[in-house]
């Protein structure tokens, strides 16, 4: 039998730029003949959410808007066109509601480069509300043994991280830096290194921070905040000295993004996946060519990257540190995020 559906719900609504959120009832929508509405359990908070209050990002964001894209839930409907997707059936609303399936960035597997898509709590409405729709392609099949509550985190910040280490090329035995490893991106990409057979540096600040990431592994910490040089204390790290093989920068400040080149290892790789407001990039070239480093981007992840990020959650060797409120209480969080007090990563229950 059909599940029963609402006609109203609770959501967290920003109307203009800037805030604040409002927690009000809205309708629900009825999914389009592609489309799959899943009743969200549970919605992560990314950083990208406070980006998409503020408005300092160069790219418009709908309004009024509801955010948010690591919805982890149960499908309750489903457009005619969809066959692969079951009512009943646990599924995630990640970063990338939708795309075209069809330009060259889609048939190549880099669909989250598609000119046309549909960013989830930012260009369409998200998963801070109890029923939201999505894309079927583009929905993350989770199996029915996952806690929903505990995967929700993986659906951006777990399979971005993923991403951006498959980038690195950094193999196993390998050391990865990881920057910002004490938020809720670094916290998880700590894990998938261990669990991918690398050896973790973490770089952040803070006691909180540190004890964090020796729980998720980390065998080294370096606090930016206390270090007389960063440089030489995570080359100090290694055990050769010459620096990791990899750095992965899921930072919210821009100082890390100019300070990468100095102590990655020569032939070693720089991944930017944070995107603090208005940030650059900065190395010195004749450094750069000369040690033969590479400096790169990495954003989100594909169809199949998401199945294997999730698979590594299923296999028990992922533990998202989460903090789990109610949605109401979402503002309280952005105020916690704005300030950098959060270690791990926050969740919201979408019935309270």
């Given at each position: 039998?059909?599940?029963?559906?609402?006609?109203?719900?609770?959501?967290?609504?920003?109307?203009?730029?800037?805030?604040?959120?409002?927690?009000?009832?809205?309708?629900?929508?009825?999914?389009?003949?592609?489309?799959?509405?899943?009743?969200?359990?549970?919605?992560?908070?990314?950083?990208?959410?406070?980006?998409?209050?503020?408005?300092?990002?160069?790219?418009?964001?709908?309004?009024?808007?509801?955010?948010?894209?690591?919805?982890?839930?149960?499908?309750?409907?489903?457009?005619?066109?969809?066959?692969?997707?079951?009512i009943?059936?646990?599924?995630?609303?990640?970063?990338?509601?939708?795309s075209?399936?069809s330009?060259?960035?889609?048939?190549?597997?880099?669909?989250?480069?598609?000119?046309?898509?549909l960013?989830?709590?930012?260009?369409?409405?998200?998963?801070?509300?109890q029923?939201?729709?999505?894309?079927a392609?583009?929905?993350?099949?989770?199996?029915?043994?996952?806690?929903?509550?505990?995967?929700?985190?993986?659906?951006?910040?777990?399979?971005?991280v993923?991403?951006?280490?498959?980038?690195?090329?950094?193999?196993?035995?390998?050391?990865?830096?990881?920057?910002?490893?004490?938020?809720?991106?670094?916290?998880?990409?700590?894990?998938?290194?261990?669990?991918?057979g690398?050896?973790?540096?973490?770089?952040?600040?803070?006691?909180?921070?540190?004890?964090?990431?020796?729980?998720?592994?980390?065998?080294?910490?370096?606090?930016?905040?206390?270090?007389?040089?960063?440089?030489?204390?995570?080359?100090?790290?290694?055990?050769?000295?010459?620096?990791?093989h990899?750095?992965?920068?899921?930072?919210?400040?821009?100082?890390?993004?100019?300070?990468?080149?100095?102590?990655v290892?020569?032939?070693?790789?720089?991944?930017a996946?944070?995107?603090?407001?208005?940030?650059?990039?900065?190395?010195?070239?004749?450094?750069?060519?000369?040690?033969?480093?590479?400096?790169?981007?990495?954003?989100?992840?594909?169809?199949?990257?998401?199945?294997?990020?999730?698979?590594?959650?299923?296999?028990?060797?992922?533990?998202?540190?989460?903090?789990t409120?109610?949605?109401?209480?979402?503002?309280?969080?952005?105020?916690?995020?704005?300030?950098?007090?959060?270690?791990?990563?926050?969740?919201?229950?979408?019935?309270?």
């Amino acid at each position: 039998m059909a599940p029963s559906i609402p006609k109203k719900q609770m959501a967290q609504v920003i109307e203009k730029t800037g805030g604040p959120i409002e927690y009000k009832e809205i309708d629900v929508q009825e999914p389009g003949p592609d489309e799959v509405l899943v009743n969200v359990k549970y919605s992560g908070v990314c950083h990208t959410d406070l980006h998409a209050i503020n408005g300092d990002w160069p790219i418009p964001t709908k309004l009024p808007l509801v955010g948010g894209h690591e919805g982890a839930g149960v499908v309750v409907a489903r457009g005619e066109l969809v066959k692969d997707v079951e009512i009943g059936d646990y599924a995630g609303i990640k970063w990338l509601n939708g795309s075209c399936l069809s330009c060259e960035f889609c048939m190549q597997s880099d669909e989250p480069l598609c000119g046309k898509a549909l960013l989830s709590g930012y260009t369409v409405d998200g998963t801070f509300q109890q029923y939201a729709i999505a894309k079927a392609a583009h929905v993350a099949r989770i199996p029915k043994d996952v806690d929903l509550e505990k995967i929700a985190p993986i659906l951006c910040a777990g399979i971005t991280v993923y991403k951006g280490l498959k980038e690195s090329g950094a193999r196993p035995g390998q050391t990865v830096a990881i920057v910002g490893a004490g938020g809720g991106l670094g916290s998880i990409a700590c894990q998938y290194a261990i669990a991918m057979g690398l050896e973790v540096i973490a770089i952040d600040a803070g006691d909180d921070k540190k004890t964090l990431t020796e729980k998720m592994g980390a065998k080294a910490f370096v606090d930016f905040s206390t270090s007389k040089d960063v440089v030489k204390d995570v080359k100090g790290a290694t055990a050769d000295g010459l620096g990791p093989h990899a750095v992965l920068l899921v930072a919210v400040s821009e100082k890390p993004f100019q300070q990468a080149t100095e102590y990655v290892r020569s032939k070693g790789t720089v991944v930017a996946i944070g995107l603090p407001a208005n940030a650059y990039l900065r190395a010195p070239v004749f450094d750069t060519v000369i040690r033969c480093i590479t400096i790169k981007g990495s954003y989100v992840g594909n169809r199949k990257d998401t199945a294997e990020a999730i698979e590594f959650f299923r296999r028990g060797v992922i533990n998202a540190p989460i903090k789990t409120v109610g949605m109401s209480e979402l503002q309280n969080v952005y105020d916690l995020m704005a300030q950098g007090k959060i270690a791990g990563r926050y969740v919201v229950d979408t019935s309270k």
